[in-house]
Structures are given as C-alpha cells and as structure tokens.
C-alpha cells in the first residue's frame, strides 16, 4: 500500500513547484496570467507522469500536444508573445523580465539544471511535431554538424540587435511575424532534415539554437537516467531505441552526447532487466 502511494509522489512533487512558481510570480508580478500559465503547465507535465505510472503507451505524446499546443497557438498565435529565440533577445533588449524571459529561464537557462532536457522532450512544439515522423530512432550514424548550430544562434541574435540599432518601428509586430515566419522555417528544415537523414531529431541535434543554452545547462541536470551495474546485461537495447544516441549505460556526466538526453524514458521501457 505504502508502495503503491509512493510511486505518486512525483507528480505530486512536479505539481507543488509548477504551483509554487505560479503563485510567486502572480503574486509578486500582480498577473493572474502567470496563476494560469504556470498551473496549465505544471497540471498538463503531472499528467503525463501519472499516465507514464500508469504504463500509458503514448503518455509522453499527451504532454507534448497538451504544452506545445498552447504555447504555439495560445501564447505565440493568440497573446502575440514571441517564444522563439530572438523574442527572448527582444525582451531581454528591452529590459522587460515577462513572459518570453521568465519562460527562457525557467524552461531552457536555470531549469535544465534540475530536469535538464525535459522540455526538449515534454514541450517543445517543433519537436511536437517532428516527432510524428517516420524515424523515431536514427538509421544512420551522428552526423559532426553540431556547429550549424552555433550560427542559427548566432543569427538570431544579430537579426535583432540589428532592429534595435537601425532604431525600426514597431519591432512588436516584427516580432510577431518572426515567431510565424521562423515556426514555419523550423518545422520546414526539421522536416526536410528528419527525412535526409533519417532521424526525426536530426534539427535537435544540429540546428536548433536553443540547444546552445540546454546542453551546458543540462550537463548538470539533477535528473538523470542512471543504469545499475549489477543488473546490467549490456545486451545494447537501450541505445537502440535511443532517438538521441545517448550511452546510458555510462553513469558519468561524460556520457556519450549526455547532453542530448530529452528523458523520454524509450530507454527505460525498453530494459529487459529494468537496470535503468
Ligand atoms: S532541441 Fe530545440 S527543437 Fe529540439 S526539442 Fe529542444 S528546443 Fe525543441
Ligand atoms: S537495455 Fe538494460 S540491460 Fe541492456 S544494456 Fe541497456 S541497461 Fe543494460
Ligand atoms: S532513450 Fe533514454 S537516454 Fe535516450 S533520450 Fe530517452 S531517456 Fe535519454
């Protein structure tokens, strides 16, 4: 009975600090949005927890569309509020600590330090949809392009400064239809990626600019996946169904590209010995 109640104290744990941020920045910030964005957030990953406990085949799948979903069409179509990466540049400029910022440190800077890439793999809503993709495990080996990513940071970061420079109006709703503009672009070169080289993640693991802040970040994560030695079979299942090549098996932080782990959990289910 004891264990039956102990396996849900992780969503509940999840819940409390969703709720405990929601709280603090609604009362600190006199905003009711950030009650109701925060406790959506926290409600939709709980979920998602509970239906992993419960062995729910697709209970990753529910987090994703639940919290990508809403950031795409609520917070990006509908609040008109830039998610992407020069939006963070934008609000960062202008000195205004709201929802494009607070979501940044939260979700992609100060987070991944406790549940490193959680978001890559609960939230994010390119991936939402390049996971529905054919090639949920790369047929082909890692390709050493990493760097490509380096540069889409880089670009957005000048595109924006150099808005800020060149002293343009309105950059609000250059903003705006940056976030349209750039969403299509990912989705387009995720696509294209995804099927050149057989890998649905093939823009995680190259092109996307958020990872320059995610991979240091998560390095340190407190939750990672981490393999029992003595029940180990070393049998290699768990880097088969890997989508992002990860070595579970190595427990140091060193791991082969550790800082890919998304904590999809493909790993864990797979272990015919439940070492992970
Ligand atoms: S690497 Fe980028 S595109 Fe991929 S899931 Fe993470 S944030 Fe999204
Ligand atoms: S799947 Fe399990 S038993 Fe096999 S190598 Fe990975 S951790 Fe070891
Ligand atoms: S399969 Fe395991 S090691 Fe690979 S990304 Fe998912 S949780 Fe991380």
């Known amino acids: 009975m004891k264990q039956s109640c102990n396996k849900y104290i992780s969503p509940l744990i999840i819940l409390i600090v969703f709720e405990s941020v929601a709280v603090t920045l609604w009362l600190t910030k006199k905003n009711l949005f ?4 925060f406790s959506y957030i ?7 927890i509970l239906l992993f406990i419960k062995k729910y085949k697709h209970a990753r799948r529910v987090v994703q569309l639940l919290v990508g979903l ?10 008109n509020e830039n998610m992407q990466i020069e939006g963070f540049w934008y609000y ?6 709201e929802a494009a910022t607070i979501h940044y440190a939260v979700a992609k800077i ?7 890439r959680g978001w890559c793999g609960y939230a994010c809503w390119t991936a939402m949809v390049l996971d529905f993709l054919p090639y949920k495990v790369p047929l082909q080996p890692r390709k050493k392009i990493g760097w490509i990513r380096y540069i889409t ?5 000048v595109f924006v ?17 940056a976030f349209i503009v750039g969403n299509i672009a990912y989705y387009g070169i995720g696509i294209a990626l995804a099927f050149l080289f057989k890998d649905n993640r093939a823009f995680c693991k190259y092109v996307c600019p958020i990872t320059v802040f995610l991979k240091p970040m998560s390095y340190f994560s407190l939750m990672r996946v981490k393999c029992k030695k003595d029940l180990c079979v070393n049998c290699g299942k768990c880097k088969r169904v890997c989508p992002m090549d990860v070595d579970v098996t190595d427990n140091s932080r060193k791991r082969k590209n550790g800082t890919e782990c998304i904590l999809c959990m493909e790993c864990v289910k797979n272990c015919p010995k439940n070492a992970l």
Do not use: D, H
């Open 34 to 37: 950030y009650l109701f964005n």
């Open 42 to 48: 926290g409600l939709s990953v709980s979920l998602g």
């Open 70 to 79: 809403y950031m795409l069409v609520y917070l990006g179509l509908i609040c």
């Open 92 to 97: 960062l400029f202008t000195g205004v600590f």
């Open 110 to 116: 100060f987070g991944p330090l406790i549940f490193g």
């Open 153 to 157: 940071f880089a670009a957005s970061l």
């Open 161 to 177: 400064s150099a808005l800020f420079l060149a002293k343009v109006g309105n950059i609000e709703r250059i903003m705006f239809w």
